[in-house]
């Protein structure tokens, strides 16, 4: 069920996106941005007002970005999935629920550290 918490927590999200495309694009002369973005969200998310349809051809497992609990190995880091070893692309960006806590500071500012990873996870 989706909790007025869930719903905050999402916008705090989306809008670590927008401030995470704005600072790539100022950091590389206006070159890069994310065009787009698809949200998945649970399906236990059943009280919502208007009508949301399945994602089709969409997976939480083919997420380039995944949201989800501490790591058992990284905790509450932002990390970079890197099964190919370095120089290659990685396989994911791990984001812990704890980097979006309303008033935590502990990761700084969101968009600029969601860039170092999302360079990581780039990397050719």
């Known amino acids: 069920m989706l ?5 905050m927590r999402l916008l705090e999200i989306l809008q670590s996106f927008v401030d995470a495309s704005s600072a790539l694009h100022d950091a590389t002369d206006q070159k890069l941005f994310f065009r787009s973005a698809t949200v998945l969200l649970p399906t236990v998310w059943s009280n919502c007002q208007k009508q949301v349809e399945p994602a089709t051809g969409e997976s939480c ?3 380039e970005f995944r949201i989800e609990n501490s790591s058992p190995l990284f905790g509450d880091s932002v990390y970079t999935q ?4 370095c120089g290659k692309r ?5 984001i812990p629920t704890s980097f979006y806590d309303m008033n935590s500071n502990t990761h700084g500012h969101k968009g600029k550290k969601s860039i170092s990873v999302e360079t990581t996870f780039q990397s050719p």
């Open 82 to 85: 890197q099964s190919k070893g």
């Open 90 to 94: 990685g396989d994911f960006v791990q």
């Open 61 to 63: 497992q083919d997420a």
């Open 3 to 7: 909790t007025l918490f869930d719903a």
